[in-house]
């Protein structure tokens, strides 16, 4: 089997199994009011980033603005698209970025949002790993009529990714205070950077 092949049908397989935002949004709220997490390792850890995530991806949910240059640029794509997501609960850079892929799919009904875990779709993860590793979120769009993959995206927009790598060449690796800047610079942001790269990856006319 082809490598396109083969990739085609491991997305169809883990797209009978994905959420829509909605649902997912409810499934990691339940996990936050019952103290766990998705995935085998129920740490206490984990499991306070699930309940930190459920409030921040609330809150973007509801503060987050599109100007209006983008949603005129979203508005003209007129292909049918699959937005699929591959992410766990207790990951920290999904919780600014999913709310933003939901906010492009309502704004064109050609772009339909699906969600999967990471870790009960380790076939998929490791055909779109960044660096060798299976860093989430990672956004996969896939022309629905085709069913072929046009682009990928993640685990972090440009900027943060920039900072990312600024950060562990000087340091080594990151740290538990740059990961706090990063959610600052995330809430600084609010969500234009991962809209922009995400947009520019949109086969527009």
């Known amino acids: 089997m082809n490598t396109v092949q083969n990739t085609i049908d491991t997305i169809k ?3 009978s199994n994905s959420w829509s935002y909605k649902d997912y ?3 990691v709220h339940q996990l936050a009011i019952d103290g766990a997490t998705t995935g085998e390792n129920q740490s206490d850890a984990l499991i306070d980033y699930t309940q930190l995530n459920d409030k921040r991806m609330n809150r973007w949910d509801k503060t987050l603005k599109t100007p209006i240059a983008i949603q005129e640029k979203i508005a003209k794509l007129d292909k049918k698209l699959t937005f699929l997501v591959l992410t766990e609960s207790w990951c ?3 919780s600014p970025s999913l709310p933003v892929m939901n906010k492009i799919a309502e ?4 772009i339909e949002l699906r969600i999967v875990l990471r870790d009960e779709n380790l076939d998929l993860m490791n ?6 590793s299976m860093s989430i979120p990672k956004l996969i769009v896939i022309d629905s009529d085709t ?10 927009p440009s900027t943060a990714t920039k900072m990312v790598e600024d950060y562990k060449a000087m340091h080594g690796k990151l740290t538990p205070e740059f990961k706090q800047d990063l959610q600052v ?3 600084k942001d609010k969500g234009q950077n991962i809209l922009s790269d995400i947009v520019d990856l949109l086969p527009l006319k």
């Open 107 to 110: 704004l064109n009904p050609n």
């Open 25 to 27: 949004r409810e499934k």
């Open 147 to 156: 069913e072929k993959v046009i682009a990928d995206w993640g685990p972090r």
């Open 92 to 94: 920290g850079d999904a």
């Open 127 to 132: 055909q779109f790993l960044t660096n060798n």
């Open 13 to 15: 397989e883990s797209l």
């Open 185 to 187: 610079w995330y809430n």
